[in-house]
């Protein structure tokens, strides 16, 4: 069992910037892969961004590429993501999720993942 908690959202300006953290309870961090999604109202939820469990491999959704960077810290059992150049099209809720993985790529679909935080809200204005 892993227990993931976001923490970071808020209300910003477009063009601002937000740091979101996800800090895991697993025993071996670096067993998990970890992932970003986002779900905004009345929208399914979409992939955001993703990292192996090295922390070597990750990708992007197009939409956040060149704007978003994706980074995790052993040490603190810890996943951020890095949000610059916020646009309102990036207000939803975040979530973070963990997959279990001995390869040292990563996923980004949702069906894949084995566990997930309660979310945090990210409000873009204009």
């Known amino acids: 069992q892993v227990q993931l908690v976001e923490s970071g959202g808020g209300l910003v300006q477009a063009g601002a910037s937000l740091r979101l953290s996800c800090a895991a309870s697993?025993?071996?961090?670096?067993?998990?892969?970890m992932g970003w999604f986002r779900q905004a109202p009345g929208k399914e939820r979409e992939f955001v961004a993703a990292?192996?469990?090295?922390?070597?491999?990750?990708g992007y959704a197009d939409s956040v590429k060149g704007r978003f960077t994706i980074s995790r810290d052993a040490a603190k059992n810890t996943i951020y993501l890095q949000m610059n150049s916020l646009k309102q099209e990036d207000t939803a809720v975040y979530y973070c999720?963990?997959?279990?993985?001995?390869?040292?790529?990563?996923?980004?679909?949702?069906?894949?993942?084995?566990?997930w935080g309660q979310g945090t809200q990210v409000t873009v204005s204009s």
């Open positions: 999720a963990a997959k279990a993985s001995s390869a040292t790529g990563y996923y980004n679909t949702a069906a894949t993942y084995d566990w």
């Open positions: 990292i192996g469990r090295s922390g070597l491999n990750y």
């Open positions: 697993a025993r071996t961090f670096t067993n998990y892969a």
